[in-house]
């Protein structure tokens, strides 16, 4: 039950229903569900930190997640002005107005287990890559930059995502979801 509820979760398109869904509703719910379809190395912190670099409007749509759980931690919504505090981020949402920071923020994070998302970049730059396409907000996974930072991408998250870039061969390949 739990699976069809994410699989639900991860299929509303702008369009859903008679009611619309924001773009940035959209990505709030992805970032939501990262959170659980990631395995993170064992954390000794009592909360479990979703930051927002760089999009004012995706940081007011995550607020509605704040204090939810996450594999026991509380989950703790941070919109941040700068890259300063990044290292307390398990998933860092890169918004536009920072894409140009990536390797600057690649080089702070080293390979501490911190799950970069980003929209409308190349794959090879975060560990998870958004794209709307026909009204659909569709991701692709980077396997070499999840194993980096000690993450592992259930397969769930896997058999959802558009394409999968593996270590391995370094070439995305393609992951055909019914629609």
Request: glycine letters at 8%; proline letters at 3%; hydrophobic letters at 45%.
């Amino acid at each position: 039950m739990r699976a069809l509820l994410l699989l639900l979760g991860f299929g509303i398109s702008l369009a859903a229903s008679a009611q619309v869904v924001s773009e940035h509703d959209m990505k709030a719910a992805y970032l939501y569900n990262f959170a659980h379809l990631f395995e993170w190395p064992e954390s000794r912190r009592a909360n479990f930190h979703i930051c927002i670099l760089g999009d004012e409007e995706v940081g007011a749509a995550m607020q509605g997640y704040d204090e939810k759980r996450v594999n026991g931690q509380r989950m703790v919504i941070a919109r941040l002005s700068t890259t300063t505090p990044i290292r307390l981020c398990d998933i860092l949402y890169v918004g536009a107005a920072e894409v140009g920071n990536l390797p600057k923020i690649r080089s702070m994070l080293g390979g501490q287990p911190t799950l970069t998302v980003a929209d409308k970049v190349p794959l090879q730059s975060v560990a998870v890559a958004l794209a709307l396409e026909n009204q659909h907000l569709m991701f692709d996974v980077n396997l070499e930059h999840c194993e980096r930072a000690n993450l592992k991408a259930r397969q769930t998250v896997l058999g959802l995502a558009r394409l999968v870039r593996k270590p391995a061969d370094g070439e995305a390949k393609g992951n055909a979801v019914s629609r």
